[in-house]
């Protein structure tokens, strides 16, 4: 019996997810509930574990996009352990195209021109552009052999060679192609590459002791490999065919000894040789990797953020000197207490929901003409997690206690850089706290998390001098950065929220007293 597997629902608004990777192989035995792959959505990472135990054949590959309930592999039931293919061992099914059709010999006759043209990448894409030729005008190719690299707005595809013979190019590097558009040509040639046929008979004596066209004339390739060791290709004797120059006898050529200098001429007066560019060392190496579905989705929402939200920033700032000295008095007596570290996010979570209720506007959003104001705190986190930034919630917030909050925290970070966050500590939160301090930012303008209205960002501590009292101290000071959609919230509501966070966090024990 075979058992169809499809992707699960994932989230209420989650319609596709991509394969991250699979960690069994197709025709490999699996156990029941064995984690098989890795499903990514825009939201979060999930594992896709085997429902049944049997040998597994995948309908999907690494990087697939697949909609909810299509079926991504099967499971044949009835096949025990005994049945599995060895790991190392490929099925003929799985030959590689490129593979077959190179065992079936070149697509054309000696002599034949085979022109290649754009091919379809995808329903949407209309053009493409050449990044790179991977071989140059003149090579000689195999059948199936990379030959360059196209760019379109969603992805970069290879093309491979449709013959085997001499490659020439027709478009260059940074040409934008219509689909179906000529992108280079291909003279067929049966047999072995005529550079290897030429080398094993380049002790032969020639059929013909005449000279023709061809004697001392550089291929195309080889004129470029010349050219860049500054070597006449009149100087290099020619193995190819009738004397022809070959990219090998290029590659093994060497430059003759310079001969002397000759005197040089007196500089005219007034005129300076330009200074030559100074040469870089080191590599300069560059490298294209696709975008995560989490980091497309981060993107849209970032840039949707800016263009439907009246987005503003309000600052202040806030000494932390009475926390720190809390803190130091009291964190060893909290950990051994509560297990769990005592540290500033606690102060900032509390500080904000007793705001929060002052200053419901904050606390709110829209949805359509409507404002939606909510009675609860479920305050998002921003955590930076490897995949990119994600914000879990903590639930209610104001009926936590100090030690509950630095738990939630920790646990929430903990799932988030181990990818194990669900949909449901994700979404839902009604006002983000960001802390770009923890990375050395002195001051930002942090982006609204939609549908909220606002979110409060934390930064850098630096000791400052600060009057007090009309005298200078050296005070630690934090800037604290306040970013609001100002259809909902008015410049009053915004300050006069950003100062009653600053007045609890410079007097914690208004936290206790509720003043």
Request: aromatic content about 4%; proline content about 5%; glycine content about 8%.
């Amino acid at each position: 019996m075979s058992l169809e597997i499809k992707v699960p629902a994932v989230g209420e608004s989650i319609t596709e997810v991509t394969i991250g990777q699979w960690f069994k192989n197709s025709g490999e035995y699996v156990e029941m509930d064995e984690v098989i792959c890795e499903l990514e959505s825009d939201k979060a990472t999930f594992e896709l574990t085997a429902e049944q135990s049997g040998i597994l054949t995948t309908r999907a590959e690494d990087g697939d996009t697949l909609e909810i309930g299509e079926v991504i592999c099967e499971i044949d039931t009835n096949a025990s352990e005994g049945d599995a293919a060895p790991a190392a061992a490929e099925s003929p099914a799985k030959e590689s195209p490129a593979a077959a059709s190179a065992g079936n010999g070149t697509s054309g006759k000696t002599g034949e021109i085979k022109e290649m043209v754009v091919p379809t990448v995808g329903e949407s894409i209309t053009e493409v552009t050449l990044a790179s030729w991977l071989k140059e005008d003149g090579d000689f190719v195999e059948l199936d052999e990379i030959i360059a690299e196209v760019d379109s707005d969603k992805a970069t595809f290879e093309l491979p060679a449709e013959a085997q013979g001499i490659l020439r190019h027709v478009a260059a590097e940074g040409d934008t192609l219509e689909i179906g558009g000529l992108i280079c040509k291909i003279e067929v040639v049966e047999g072995e590459a005529p550079s290897e046929a030429s080398a094993s008979s380049s002790e032969a004596p020639a059929s013909s002791g005449d000279a023709t066209y061809a004697t001392g004339h550089a291929s195309p390739a080889a004129a470029k490999i010349l050219a860049e060791k500054g070597i006449d290709p009149k100087d290099v004797k020619g193995t190819g065919k009738d004397g022809r120059v070959t990219k090998e006898d290029a590659e093994k050529a060497q430059k003759s000894a310079p001969k002397p200098a000759a005197p040089q001429k007196p500089k005219a007066e007034g005129k300076e040789a330009a200074p030559e560019t100074p040469k870089v060392a080191g590599e300069r190496n560059v490298r294209r990797e696709k975008m995560t579905s989490l980091r497309k989705t981060i993107s849209k929402r970032l840039v949707a953020a800016k263009n439907e939200t009246a987005m503003l920033t309000t600052f202040n700032e806030v000494n932390m000197k009475p926390i720190m000295d809390l803190r130091k008095q009291y964190k060893e007596m909290f950990k051994e207490k509560h297990n769990v570290n005592l540290g500033f996010m606690s102060f900032f979570t509390k500080a904000v929901c007793v705001a929060l209720k002052e200053w419901p506007a904050v606390n709110a959003q829209i949805d359509g003409n409507e404002i939606i104001y909510h009675d609860f705190c479920d305050v998002s986190i921003a955590v930076s997690a490897p995949k990119g930034l994600v914000v879990p919630v903590i639930r209610d917030a104001e009926q936590l206690s100090f030690d509950q909050v630095e738990k939630e925290v920790v646990r929430l970070a903990t799932k988030a850089r181990d990818g194990k966050l669900t949909i449901e500590e994700m979404t839902g939160g009604t006002f983000t706290i960001t802390n770009g301090g923890i990375f050395g930012s002195m001051m930002s303008t942090p982006i609204i998390n939609q549908p909220q209205s606002a979110i409060l960002g934390m930064h850098n501590i630096v000791e400052r001098p600060m009057a007090v009292n009309g005298e200078v101290k050296i005070l630690p000071m934090m800037y604290i950065a306040l970013s609001y959609d100002h259809r909902i919230i008015d410049g009053r509501e915004s300050v006069s929220f950003l100062v009653r966070v600053k007045q609890l966090l410079e007097d914690p024990a208004r936290l206790l007293l509720g003043v």
